[in-house]
């Protein structure tokens, strides 16, 4: 799902081969799906990448943590944030604060200095385990999306947009 996401982007064909190379194609996907319905268990966890290796960096501090440390330390960010890729779209800045949070979120999880509202998931990099973290952030700060949204709303400004109206849908009730 997320290749077909990201070619539907238009993203670089460099991200293209990358998530090709890292990702299951669709005949892949939907054999682990069968293998997983039939194996009885209530958990199970699909990757084509270094497990032990994804479960180190999810056991780390998140980066924003990992920052804030730093900077009280020596006053020198831990990580430095890559310069915004080219893509398909011009930055445009966060309007609001719902489009601030996610773009923080996103520049954190994705190492880039900033993200514009119009910015592609997947075509700066993300990934079906990055979009389960930034939905996990993103609930912690009070948004409440979901991975398929991502999936279906691959922009900042889709996602606020979607948060909002879940939000007064909630209060409304």
């Known amino acids: 799902m997320a290749l077909d996401a990201l ?4 993203a670089t064909e460099e991200r293209s081969h990358e998530a090709l190379r890292s ?10 799906l069968h293998r997983a319905l039939d194996c009885g268990v ?21 980066p924003a943590a990992s920052r804030e440390d730093a ?17 398909s779209v011009e930055y445009e800045a966060p309007r609001n604060d ?18 514009g509202i119009h910015d592609n998931f997947f075509e700066l990099g993300g990934d079906s385990l990055l979009n389960v973290q ?18 279906e709303r691959q922009t900042i ?7 909002t109206e879940q939000a007064r849908e909630r209060f409304e009730l």
């Open 98 to 115: 719902v489009e601030r949070v996610l773009a923080g979120i996103w520049a954190e999880m994705l190492g880039i200095e900033k993200v």
């Open 134 to 151: 930034v939905t996990a952030i993103a609930k912690r700060a009070g948004l409440k999306i979901t991975a398929k949204q991502v999936f």
């Open 42 to 62: 209530p958990h199970i966890l699909v990757s084509t990448l270094n497990l032990e290796r994804l479960l180190e960096d999810a056991a780390s501090p998140t």
């Open 7 to 10: 070619i539907a982007s238009g």
């Open 71 to 87: 900077e009280a330390t020596d006053g020198q960010p831990a990580m430095q944030a890559h310069p915004r890729p080219s893509l």
């Open 157 to 163: 400004a889709e996602l606020a947009t979607a948060a």
């Open 23 to 32: 990702g299951l194609r669709n005949e892949e996907g939907i054999e682990v």
